[in-house]
């Protein structure tokens, strides 16, 4: 029986002795304190703290003073030691906390004041984190901030950790049990696994090159994808500066048929490209499909009140749909009626009509069955489309 007392008192005198070491610990921080550079807020997070620690040591004694053969008078010098030790850390942390701050010290917390929030914000949630490669660096950073330099206990650390964790993430550390030395080992697989710059690069990689081939509908998409894409590689160190050609010709293959028209009719000259000039061809597109529809859809309903010979000539889907395909974009409908086509300037209509060795007056290819149309330019009365029509047409040499 003395033996197991012993043991018992042993236990309760180290805990005592690393109790009285954090008052120690707390003394001197104290005693170094800078008003000048230090956070008082430190301050007030001790302070707190150290009501629990000397509630802590109270207990312990009064465990030991069981268990020990001491005098009374023993166990009241160690009780006035460090009570004296507590009072004297107090009255010094209040004083420092009192006192008015300097000028400097103002100075270097003007940034703390001035962002605190002159309204209650919403708590943030922890952010949750499914295996997905790209939500990596992001989830990492609000963790670290929130959670991993905290002043809270691994374990409480940790647990947070495996609720923020979802599906392939969770299964990584769904093994480990919680615990001080796992909850590093956790963090050490995570990393591992998704901070693998070769696995990172492909992942980016293959957001812009697997995409479906890119048309007016999704050109606004695709454009997001490949500046979230190469913004990434640059993070990673990845040289996308210098892979104007390659990026061009990758991106100029996905495009269909009407885009690639048009971007080969805006270039001036056959000099190579750089990808500024492309990705600014294309946002100007974005921003013509996105004026278009605008338009349409604010175009009032009774614009296309049918009249009374409009409804004589429409009769069924088969009339009003000729099969027709057009030459620019392979719409199904005429090139005057194109909008790839209308966006473009009188000169580049024209360079477009010869290059497709075209009718300047129907605008339909040059075969056996070609009938030209009757009709002319309603501004000039020439034989070409009024599409066409140039007010000061250059002189033949």
């Given at each position: 029986?003395?033996?197991?007392?012993?043991?018992?008192?042993?236990?309760?005198?180290?805990?005592?002795?690393t109790?009285?070491?954090?008052?120690?610990?707390?003394?001197?921080?104290?005693?170094?304190?800078?008003?000048e550079?230090?956070?008082?807020?430190?301050?007030?997070?001790?302070s707190?703290?150290?009501?629990?620690?000397?509630?802590?040591?109270?207990?312990?004694?009064?465990?030991i003073?069981?268990y020990?053969?001491?005098?009374?008078?023993?166990?009241?010098?160690?009780?006035?030691?460090?009570?004296?030790?507590?009072?004297?850390?107090?009255?010094s942390?209040?004083r420092?906390?009192d006192?008015p701050?300097?000028?400097s010290s103002?100075?270097?917390n003007?940034?703390?004041?001035?962002?605190?929030?002159?309204?209650?914000?919403?708590?943030?949630?922890?952010?949750?984190?499914?295996?997905?490669?790209?939500?990596?660096?992001?989830?990492?950073?609000?963790?670290?901030?929130?959670?991993?330099?905290?002043?809270?206990p691994?374990?409480?650390?940790?647990?947070?950790?495996k609720?923020?964790?979802?599906?392939?993430a969770?299964?990584?550390?769904?093994?480990?049990?919680?615990?001080?030395e796992?909850?590093?080992?956790?963090?050490?697989?995570?990393?591992t696994?998704?901070?693998?710059?070769?696995?990172?690069?492909?992942?980016?990689?293959k957001n812009?090159?697997?995409?479906?081939?890119?048309?007016?509908?999704?050109?606004?998409?695709?454009l997001?994808?490949?500046?979230q894409?190469?913004?990434?590689?640059?993070?990673?160190?990845?040289?996308?500066?210098?892979?104007?050609?390659?990026?061009?010709?990758?991106?100029?293959?996905?495009?269909?048929?009407?885009l690639?028209?048009?971007?080969?009719?805006?270039?001036?000259?056959?000099?190579?490209?750089?990808?500024?000039?492309?990705?600014?061809?294309?946002?100007?597109?974005?921003?013509?499909?996105?004026?278009?529809?605008?338009?349409?859809?604010?175009?009032?309903?009774?614009?296309?009140?049918?009249?009374?010979?409009?409804?004589?000539?429409?009769?069924?889907?088969a009339?009003?749909?000729?099969?027709?395909?057009?030459?620019?974009?392979?719409g199904?409908?005429?090139?005057?009626?194109?909008?790839?086509?209308?966006?473009?300037?009188v000169?580049?209509?024209?360079?477009?009509?010869?290059?497709?060795?075209?009718?300047?007056?129907?605008?339909?290819?040059?075969n056996?069955?070609?009938?030209?149309?009757?009709?002319r330019?309603?501004?000039?009365?020439?034989?070409?489309?009024?599409?066409?029509?140039?007010?000061?047409?250059?002189?033949?040499?």
């Open positions: 029986m003395e033996t197991e007392q012993k043991e018992k008192l042993s236990i309760l005198i180290k805990r005592r002795g109790i009285k070491g954090k008052i120690t610990r707390m003394t001197n921080y104290i005693n170094n304190f800078n008003k550079t230090d956070d008082l807020n430190e301050i007030k997070a001790r707190t703290d150290l009501q629990k620690v000397m509630e802590d040591y109270e207990n312990v004694q009064s465990s003073e069981e020990a053969t001491a005098s009374d008078r023993e166990y009241e010098e160690e009780r006035s030691s460090v009570e004296t030790k507590y009072y004297s850390l107090k009255s942390m209040e420092l906390l006192s701050i300097s000028n103002q100075h270097s003007k940034n703390y004041y001035m962002s605190s929030p002159l309204v209650k914000l919403p708590q943030l949630e922890l952010p949750t984190f499914h295996g997905e490669l790209k939500e990596w660096p992001t989830f990492k950073n609000l963790f670290t901030c929130a959670v991993d330099r905290s002043n809270i691994t374990l409480q650390k940790f647990q947070y950790l609720t923020a964790l979802k599906g392939e969770a299964g990584l550390v769904s093994s480990l049990l919680i615990s001080e796992n909850y590093s080992k956790a963090l050490e697989i995570l990393t696994r998704y901070e693998n710059k070769t696995i990172i690069v492909n992942h980016h990689l812009f090159i697997n995409y479906p081939t890119i048309t007016k509908s999704n050109l606004k998409e695709y997001t994808v490949l500046q894409s190469l913004d990434s590689l640059k993070a990673l160190s990845i040289p996308v500066d210098t892979w104007d050609v390659v990026i061009i010709f990758l991106i100029t293959q996905k495009l269909d048929n009407s690639r028209a048009a971007w080969e009719i805006n270039r001036k000259d056959s000099s190579i490209p750089t990808l500024t000039e492309l990705l600014e061809f294309l946002n100007l597109r974005v921003t013509a499909y996105e004026l278009i529809n605008d338009r349409v859809q604010e175009k009032p309903q009774q614009y296309f009140k049918p009249t009374h010979k409009v409804t004589h000539l429409t009769t069924s889907p009339t009003t749909m000729p099969n027709v395909q057009c030459t620019m974009c392979q199904q409908h005429y090139l005057y009626k194109c909008p790839t086509f209308l966006e473009l300037t000169d580049k209509r024209i360079e477009f009509i010869k290059s497709q060795m075209l009718c300047y007056n129907c605008l339909q290819p040059f056996n069955k070609h009938k030209c149309s009757r009709k330019c309603y501004i000039c009365n020439g034989r070409h489309h009024s599409i066409i029509h140039m007010e000061n047409p250059p002189r033949k040499q």
